[in-house]
């Protein structure tokens, strides 16, 4: 068997001037006094009437200036812009939710659109061809074969399960003797693995494990016969039923569950060298889902997604 190596929050308020303390009227201060009685507008009054400091204002970026001598406003992204807008919707919604306004002004703003000719790449599994390319390339390089590669990408594109439950398959979830299958008058054996659990990793507690993803993400999925002759090659006989079958090797020098982000990074070094610098571990479940599209339109129940193939 191969293996691879509390604190407080503050909240800052900008001021209009660098170091100037902001003045206001008395129907302003006794309107901050009015609203203090709620929490989430007592901490929004507090904020504005404070007095920053000269070493926590919150500067907007500056200007830039082109090469014709043209000032341009700072550029934000409509991925940014969004996400601002959802964070300041949700304190709003607080507020709403304390009775501190009537109503959550950002829901009546326009929607935040891409600039035109800006066209998101559409999320696709590997054609034919570039399968072959890449396990040719994974099958002789070192590297790709000492991070088990060569096993762990066919069979994550023969299964098709999510990064966290390839790191979490054991050996007690592969049956290679297989499930018996009745159709009409004839029966045969299929290899199966039972998708039982995930890891993800949690800060400071390493790695986790848990249920599943979604509410169908307990599944057993068909084990293609060159994904399960790879197993069965891989299999020596000593394998303890709790050893991941992609395991990496532990601190103590026993197998543990390989860390997710680990995987990623093998990838990213290897797939451009194959020329498919887009490619992530998820591409590989989306190229399952799409065969299976493609040939017998079943890859929703299969691949143990709510939403559908491409996706989850």
Not at 17 to 30: I, L
Not at 87 to 95: C, F, K, R
Not at 172 to 182: F, Q, T
């Amino acid at each position: 068997m191969a293996y691879s190596a509390g604190s407080g929050t503050r909240l800052i308020s900008t001021s209009p001037s660098h170091g100037q303390r902001r003045t206001h009227s008395t129907a302003s201060r006794r309107d901050a006094t009015s609203i203090s009685q709620y929490p989430v507008a007592g901490a929004v009054s507090s904020a504005v009437t404070a007095a920053p400091s000269s070493s926590n204002v919150a500067r907007p970026p500056a200007n830039r200036t082109t090469r014709t001598g043209r000032t341009e406003k700072p550029h934000y992204s409509a991925n940014s812009r969004r996400t601002v807008r959802s964070i300041v919707s949700g304190i709003l919604q607080q507020a709403v939710l304390h009775q501190a306004i009537a109503s959550d002004p950002v829901r009546e703003l326009e929607r935040i659109e891409s600039p035109k000719g800006h066209a998101q790449a559409q999320p696709r599994g590997l054609t034919p061809e570039e399968r072959r390319r890449l396990f040719t390339y994974v099958d002789t390089d070192p590297v790709s074969v000492a991070a088990d590669l060569p096993d762990l990408i066919r069979f994550a594109i023969g299964t098709g399960l999510r990064i966290g439950e390839l790191c979490a398959v054991r050996w007690r979830d592969v049956n290679l003797e297989g499930i018996a299958v009745v159709n009409n008058h004839d029966m045969r054996l299929v290899p199966v693995v039972a998708v039982r659990q995930n890891v993800y990793p949690v800060k400071g507690k390493g790695l986790s494990v848990h249920g599943g993803k979604t509410s169908m993400a307990l599944r057993i999925v068909p084990l293609p016969e060159f994904v399960a002759d790879r197993l069965r090659l891989r299999q020596h006989g000593d394998e303890s039923l709790d050893w991941p079958v992609f395991a990496s090797a532990g601190r103590d020098g026993q197998p543990t569950y390989r860390w997710p982000s680990t995987l990623r990074r093998t990838v990213r070094t290897v797939r451009a060298q194959v020329c498919l610098d887009w490619m992530t571990p998820h591409s590989w479940r989306r190229t399952y889902a799409t065969i299976l599209d493609d040939e017998m339109r079943l890859s929703r129940h299969r691949c143990g997604s709510s939403r559908g193939f491409l996706v989850g």
